[in-house]
């Protein structure tokens, strides 16, 4: 059985950080694309970061410099650091793991909230 589950959501000021983790089990891994998504309300889900199985990464232009995401394949990671968070970054963040070249070979998370609110 496959679990994504994610961690690290709270309430944070605007300016402040926040670190989310993803625990993957049931999964080889290493050989899947991790990305983190959000969806706010009444907005559809959006990617935030990816990092591949050979560590290429790509992110959203709006947390380009803000954001960092890694993955630490010995303990099935995959973390999201986000620095100068801002409220439009509010939204439940959710965690995916997709293997590559399978299009249906795709989990998701349960996702986390954060909310970025003075």
């Known amino acids: 059985q496959v679990q994504l589950v994610e961690s690290g959501g709270g309430l944070v000021q605007p300016g402040g950080s926040l670190r989310l983790s993803c625990a993957a089990s049931?999964?080889?891994?290493?050989?899947?694309?991790m990305g983190w998504y959000r969806q706010a309300p009444g907005k559809q889900r959006e990617l935030v970061a990816v990092?591949?199985?050979?560590?290429?990464?790509n992110y959203a232009d709006s947390v380009k410099g803000r954001f960092t995401i890694s993955r630490a394949n010995a303990k099935n990671t995959v973390d999201l650091r986000m620095n100068s968070l801002l409220p439009e970054d509010s939204a439940v963040y959710f965690c995916?793991?997709?293997?590559?070249?399978?299009?249906?070979?795709?989990?998701w998370g349960q996702g986390t909230q954060v909310t970025v609110s003075s």
């Open positions: 990092i591949t199985s050979g560590d290429r990464i």
């Open positions: 049931g999964i080889i891994f290493s050989i899947y694309d």
């Open positions: 995916n793991a997709h293997r590559p070249y399978y299009e249906k070979d795709a989990y």
